[in-house]
Structures are given as C-alpha cells and as structure tokens.
C-alpha cells in the first residue's frame, strides 16, 4: 500500500485516448519508482553505460533509440524484437524492417549483464529498452523525460507482426496514418515521433525507391529537391551500395534538434516516409504542425516527449503477465546452457 501510496503513478490511460478503448490497451499500470526497493541503482546504470557506448559512437543513440519503437510496434513494449531465434521463436531480427538495419544488440546485452550483476532477474528487458531510448535521445542533445517503469518481458516474438505493423519507408501518407492508428497513436504523434529520424542514418536500399521515381506527386516541391536529389543519386547509385547509410537529417545529424522539420519544409526529407508528411498532407493539418516544429524547438520537444510516453505505454506487459528475462536474447525456460 506504502509503495502504491507514496508512487508517481502513471495512468497510462491519462495519455492514451480516443481509438484506446481498443485491444491495444490492456489497463497495465507504469510506475516512476518501480525499482525504487528493489534495484535502486538501475537508472544511473543503464545511463552510465548509454553514456559509454554513444561516446564510442555516437550513431548508437539513434540505433537504440529505433530499438524501442520496433519493440513497441510489435505486440506491444515487451522486448520481443530483443529475442533470437531458439526453438518456436522466429527472431523478429530477420523481418524485412529489422534485417541488416536493426543494430545495438550488443549494448542491451551488457547494460542487461551488469543489471542482473547488480540485482538478479529484477529489471525488465521492455523496461532497459524504454529508459535506453530516454538516455539515447538526451545524450544527443534532446529533451529528458520521466520514465514510467514496470514492463514484462514477452515469451515470443512476433516475426510477421514485425513485417505488418512496423511502416515501411516507401508507405504513402494514409498508410502511415493507419499504422500509427492501429498501434493507438494519432497523426501527431506520428509527426512528432518521425522527427526521431533528426539523428541517425539510413542505407541507400531504404530510399532508392524514392529518388529514382518520376515525382509526379512531388511536382511542387521538385525545384527544392533537386539537388539534393542529385546528389542522393551520386551516393547511392541505382544498384549496388545498398548498405551505404546516408544520415537522416542532413545539417545536423549528431544533434537531436528541430532541424528534420527544415529539412522537410526544403524538401531535404530522406525518406519517403518522411517526405509524405508534406506532399501528401491534403488538408494542410500536417504541414502547419511541421511548420510550428520547425519554427519552435520547444514545442517540438513537449509534443515528442508527450508521444514517446504514449508510444512506450503501447500494450504493455505488467503484473504476473510475461516474465523477466535473465537474458534478453531468451525466454528464461529456453535459455540455452553456456
Ligand atoms: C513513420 C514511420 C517510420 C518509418 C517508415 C521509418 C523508417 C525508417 C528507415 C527505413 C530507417 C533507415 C533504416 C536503414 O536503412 O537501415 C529508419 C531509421 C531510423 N528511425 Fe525510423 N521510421 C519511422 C518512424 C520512426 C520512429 C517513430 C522512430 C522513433 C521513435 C524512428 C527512429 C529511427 C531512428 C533513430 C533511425 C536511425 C537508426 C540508426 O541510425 O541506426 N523512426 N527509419
Ligand atoms: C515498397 O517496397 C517494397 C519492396 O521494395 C515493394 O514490394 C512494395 O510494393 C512497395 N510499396 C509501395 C507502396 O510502393
């Protein structure tokens, strides 16, 4: 009761409206505190070792950070995309948008290491790739928020979930509507969280498609994003170099910034997907949101802050649901013996 009582609790349903009356809300609370008693140190832990591995490289920030959103996308925030193949499981690694893309593994791996070192079998998977993707955001110059805590681990994976609901690049504007619909996100959270693609980088094969199509949908914006498209070309010719990355924003890519929403307004978005926030916005909503992010930092980082939350509370696994995972590679009844 003292715990309950003395908690910041998180009504994760405070956060999520509208389409969450739906199955994709299961009434699962998060807790501020939640490792308070009984694994005191996690935090400063995991930030410490995110702290590490970004300084080895920096891309790392981006790269963990995706983690988080192809785990949510999928069954929810329950550390599936973190499972190898082993007996039943199909690893969620080998679907289309995690193949040769997907990367940080290793670091989970070790902050998971020296938090079973420090309190055994205690802190969650789901809940390492949450407080990782806060840590990995700020550390790039982001904004910080408040991590609600409490996640289970799964006990599968979901490979044809991680092909059906995780947006591929080449979706056009209403597809991606829906996907961020189907997983209880709304269109601004999907703007706001595109803005994640202001740091890391994206192979040649992510957005060939794009730059060699004719733009028939694009013919406003063709002028401003010639060159660019010139110059994308030269990167990434039509085959070979399909694992050549270019960065996601180009004027500040290191920086976690406002500068993706210029970049957009230019029509120096990399991605079709983040291009179609412009071209295809129809009725104007989208683009004035653009608009008011590229004009105001603050406003971007409040808005993306209030959607990771809602992002990271996506079906989440609480209670005596799921388990927590030993390792995050294995559930802990198929954890192979060393
Ligand atoms: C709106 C739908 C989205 C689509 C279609 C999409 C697609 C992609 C693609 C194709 C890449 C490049 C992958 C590669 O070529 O290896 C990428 C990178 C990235 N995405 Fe997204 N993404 C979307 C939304 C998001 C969201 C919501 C987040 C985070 C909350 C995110 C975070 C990132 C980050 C940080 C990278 C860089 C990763 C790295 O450098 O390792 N994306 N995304
Ligand atoms: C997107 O790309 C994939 C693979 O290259 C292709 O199979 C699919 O038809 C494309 N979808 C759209 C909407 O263009």
Same mark, same amino acid.
């Given at each position: 009761m003292e715990v309950i009582k003395s908690s910041l609790m998180i009504l994760a349903l405070l956060f999520l409206h509208g389409a969450m009356a739906d199955s994709n809300y299961n009434g699962g609370l998060l807790y501020f505190?939640?490792?308070?008693?009984?694994?005191?140190l996690a935090e400063e832990i995991v930030r410490r070792n995110v702290e590490v591995a970004v300084l080895k490289e920096p891309r790392m920030a981006a790269s963990l950070l995706r983690l988080h959103f192809h785990d949510c996308f999928v069954m929810g925030c329950d550390a599936s995309v973190l499972l190898d193949s082993y007996g039943d499981i199909q690893s969620e690694k080998q679907a289309g948008p995690n193949l040769n893309s997907a990367r940080g593994f290793e670091v989970i791996d070790e902050i998971k290491a020296i938090l079973e070192h420090a309190c055994p079998c205690t802190v969650s998977c789901a809940d390492i790739l949450a407080l990782i993707a806060r840590d990995a955001v700020e550390l790039r110059g982001g904004p910080r928020w408040e991590v609600g805590l409490g996640r289970k681990d799964s006990l599968k994976a979901s490979f044809n979930g991680a092909n059906q609901f995780?947006?591929?690049?080449? =979706?056009s504007l209403d597809t991606l509507i829906a996907s961020f619909q189907a997983q209880g996100l709304d269109i601004w959270d999907l703007v706001a969280l595109s803005g =994640?693609?202001?740091?890391g980088k994206s192979r040649c094969t992510s957005f060939r498609q794009r730059i060699y199509n004719n733009m028939e949908e694009e013919y406003d914006y063709y002028k401003r994003y010639k060159i660019f498209n010139g110059m994308l070309r030269s990167f990434c010719p039509r085959s070979r170099r399909d694992d050549a990355v270019v960065p996601l924003?180009?004027?500040?890519?290191?920086r976690f910034d406002n500068k993706y929403y210029i970049n957009l307004l230019q029509g120096k978005g990399l991605l079709g997907s983040d291009n179609v926030l412009i071209t295809?916005?129809?009725?104007?909503h989208i683009v004035k949101q653009v608009w008011s992010f590229a004009s105001d930092q603050r406003l971007f980082f409040k808005s993306f802050v209030k959607s990771m939350i809602k992002m990271g509370s996506i079906n989440v696994l609480t209670g005596e649901q799921g388990e927590i995972r030993r390792n995050c590679r294995f559930v802990n009844s198929a954890t192979p013996s060393k």
């Amino acid at each position: 009761m003292e715990v309950i009582k003395s908690s910041l609790m998180i009504l994760a349903l405070l956060f999520l409206h509208g389409a969450m009356a739906d199955s994709n809300y299961n009434g699962g609370l998060l807790y501020f505190d939640y490792y308070k008693e009984s694994c005191p140190l996690a935090e400063e832990i995991v930030r410490r070792n995110v702290e590490v591995a970004v300084l080895k490289e920096p891309r790392m920030a981006a790269s963990l950070l995706r983690l988080h959103f192809h785990d949510c996308f999928v069954m929810g925030c329950d550390a599936s995309v973190l499972l190898d193949s082993y007996g039943d499981i199909q690893s969620e690694k080998q679907a289309g948008p995690n193949l040769n893309s997907a990367r940080g593994f290793e670091v989970i791996d070790e902050i998971k290491a020296i938090l079973e070192h420090a309190c055994p079998c205690t802190v969650s998977c789901a809940d390492i790739l949450a407080l990782i993707a806060r840590d990995a955001v700020e550390l790039r110059g982001g904004p910080r928020w408040e991590v609600g805590l409490g996640r289970k681990d799964s006990l599968k994976a979901s490979f044809n979930g991680a092909n059906q609901f995780i947006p591929a690049p080449n =979706s056009s504007l209403d597809t991606l509507i829906a996907s961020f619909q189907a997983q209880g996100l709304d269109i601004w959270d999907l703007v706001a969280l595109s803005g =994640s693609h202001t740091i890391g980088k994206s192979r040649c094969t992510s957005f060939r498609q794009r730059i060699y199509n004719n733009m028939e949908e694009e013919y406003d914006y063709y002028k401003r994003y010639k060159i660019f498209n010139g110059m994308l070309r030269s990167f990434c010719p039509r085959s070979r170099r399909d694992d050549a990355v270019v960065p996601l924003d180009f004027i500040t890519s290191a920086r976690f910034d406002n500068k993706y929403y210029i970049n957009l307004l230019q029509g120096k978005g990399l991605l079709g997907s983040d291009n179609v926030l412009i071209t295809q916005d129809h009725e104007g909503h989208i683009v004035k949101q653009v608009w008011s992010f590229a004009s105001d930092q603050r406003l971007f980082f409040k808005s993306f802050v209030k959607s990771m939350i809602k992002m990271g509370s996506i079906n989440v696994l609480t209670g005596e649901q799921g388990e927590i995972r030993r390792n995050c590679r294995f559930v802990n009844s198929a954890t192979p013996s060393k």
